[in-house]
């Protein structure tokens, strides 16, 4: 969601500036979040939390993924066009002149995109905004015959979109004859995409695209810090900005079957042995909002005799707030300081944030021999490139003095 907010700010300001500005209605639909079962109401309602904390909503919609499976249902049964009609009356417009999606090519965003094919299609990427492909990461052998379209849409993620309608009488919709839709949704091309770091993963995006200045990125999160509970936070978890910390940033390994969930745990233990820190450090665990909460607790077990103190951030307002907003309340004022002497282990495109907002250096795993030990084979050579990617971003990002301090 970071990035579709400065994606829509950045195009907002662009406008402003060439004298096009106009008055907008703004829709959050909130769909596919994928999270382990009993845990997405309170994902969803945290994702509403922060979207209300910095923009004013027309509306936010918030999809289930029963009313998901029931457009995918009847779209095998009836024609697109009443399906879309469904989707557009359940939103609440059956017109939008810009839309904003992370990628086009999964069920909900085709179903989206198909919605409102005559808006403005604008792509914000993954992360703080950044894009890759939908082979990119692909498993390298076949998986119980399935198509590469079809594993690729399955395994990838995708959290949620923004529609804008401007302010205007709500038109009925199109009629059109069932001989010129087709019953299976089409993709749909980008217009442009807005990107903080289009290409950093050695991707070129296939739009032409804007570059998203990071003082909008940067100011979302800083918004966000004061609004979600900052005081709380910061009297409960403040102490450890004062003393030897090592944050672990978990991953989905086992929730997006990478590997197994005993197999996850073992090789983050693995990998955290052969960092030797001190074991008078407290350690940080911070889950990945699609995280299994069961699965971090076992973490927390298998990791407790190499720290002091472990600290799981399980506590709803913790659980799913960006670790970038966490690191903003905790080291607050002087505290800032002490950013400079925290070891961050992280295993997945988070490592560029934290070194374009706060040029934090971090240490990225598993490294060659756990993956290919620990991950199933058909995504080991993926993961080992990945890694490879993550590390040339990150080099690249320091020697151009992309990021300043806070």
């Known amino acids: 969601m970071i990035a579709g907010l400065a994606a829509l700010r950045a195009h907002a300001n662009e406008k402003k500036r060439s004298g096009g500005e106009c008055e907008y209605e703004d829709f959050l639909v909130i769909y596919d979040l994928y999270a382990p079962h009993g845990q997405i109401e309170a994902f969803a309602d945290f994702v ?4 209300l904390a910095v923009c004013n909503w027309k509306a936010i919609i918030y999809l289930t993924p029963k009313q998901m499976d029931d457009f995918a249902t009847r779209l095998d049964i009836f024609p697109s066009p009443s399906v879309l009609a469904s989707v557009q009356e359940l939103i609440g417009i059956t017109k939008a002149d810009e839309i904003y999606l992370s990628r086009n090519w999964q069920f909900g965003n085709r179903l989206m995109i198909n919605a409102y094919r005559t808006a403005k299609k604008i792509c914000y990427g993954d992360g703080i905004g950044f894009y890759f492909s939908e082979a990119y990461f692909s498993p390298t052998t076949p998986d119980n015959g399935a ?18 309608a401007r302010v205007s009488p709500v038109a009925a919709p199109p009629v059109r004859s069932r001989a010129s839709d087709s019953t299976v949704l089409g993709e749909v091309d980008f217009d442009v995409g807005y990107f903080l770091l289009p290409d950093i993963l050695g991707q070129k995006p296939p739009m032409k695209t804007r570059l998203v200045g990071k003082e909008f990125t940067e100011g979302i999160f800083r918004k966000l810090a004061v609004a979600l509970d900052t005081d709380d936070v910061a009297n409960r978890l403040g102490y450890i900005s004062r003393v030897p910390t090592v944050v672990l940033m978990t991953s989905t390994f086992s929730e997006a079957a990478r590997m197994t969930a005993a197999n996850e745990i073992v090789a983050y233990r693995k990998f955290m042995e052969r960092q030797n820190f001190s074991r008078e450090s407290t350690l940080i665990v911070k889950p990945h909002p699609r995280d299994s909460e069961e699965k971090i607790r076992q973490l927390g077990k298998a990791l407790r005799d190499l720290f002091a103190e472990v600290v799981l951030l399980t506590d709803p307002n913790l659980f799913f707030v960006p670790f970038e907003i966490f690191l903003m309340q905790i080291f607050r004022g002087e505290n800032e300081k002490a950013l400079r002497h925290l070891k961050i282990v992280t295993f997945s495109t988070a490592c ?29 050579s993926g993961r080992i490139r990945h890694e490879s990617d993550l590390k040339m971003a990150l080099q690249k990002l320091g020697n151009d003095a992309v990021s300043s301090p806070i």
Request: net charge positive; charged share 25%; glycine share 8%.
């Open 48 to 51: 509403k939390k922060m979207a």
């Open 147 to 164: 198509s590469l379209k079809s594993r690729v849409r399955r395994k990838l993620r995708h959290l949620k979109n923004s529609i804008r």
């Open 352 to 380: 560029l944030s934290l070194e374009v907002l706060f040029s934090l250096g971090t240490i990225v795993g598993f490294g060659g021999e756990l993956v290919s030990k620990f991950f199933y084979e058909a995504y080991a």
